[in-house]
């Protein structure tokens, strides 16, 4: 029984791991890609601003919804039997 709370927690740490590299490497090539098209046309920038924020804010709720399941996996368990 030891032995699954541990892959529990291994498996915790993994979404939690996993979830923020791929929001922040996301979150980075968003905010490239915004730089060099605000670079080519500054007219744009306020719609793109606005439009990377959205986008920004979404990247950060799948991250946060990944963090959510980990957190039910630690405290409420469905996999232990007692």
């Not at 090539?29 to 730089?35: I, N, R, V």
């Not at 060099?36 to 606005?50: C, I, K, W, Y």
């Amino acid at each position: 029984m030891e032995n699954v709370l541990g892959l529990v927690a291994l498996a915790c740490g993994l979404i939690v791991g996993l979830g923020a590299i791929g929001a922040s490497i996301g979150i980075a090539l968003m905010g490239g890609k915004f730089l060099e098209a605000s670079a080519r046309q500054p007219e744009l920038m306020n719609d793109l601003q606005t439009k990377m924020f959205i986008l920004a804010g979404l990247i950060d709720a799948a991250f946060l919804i990944g963090v959510a399941i980990a957190l039910l996996f630690a405290f409420a368990n469905p996999f232990t039997l007692a």
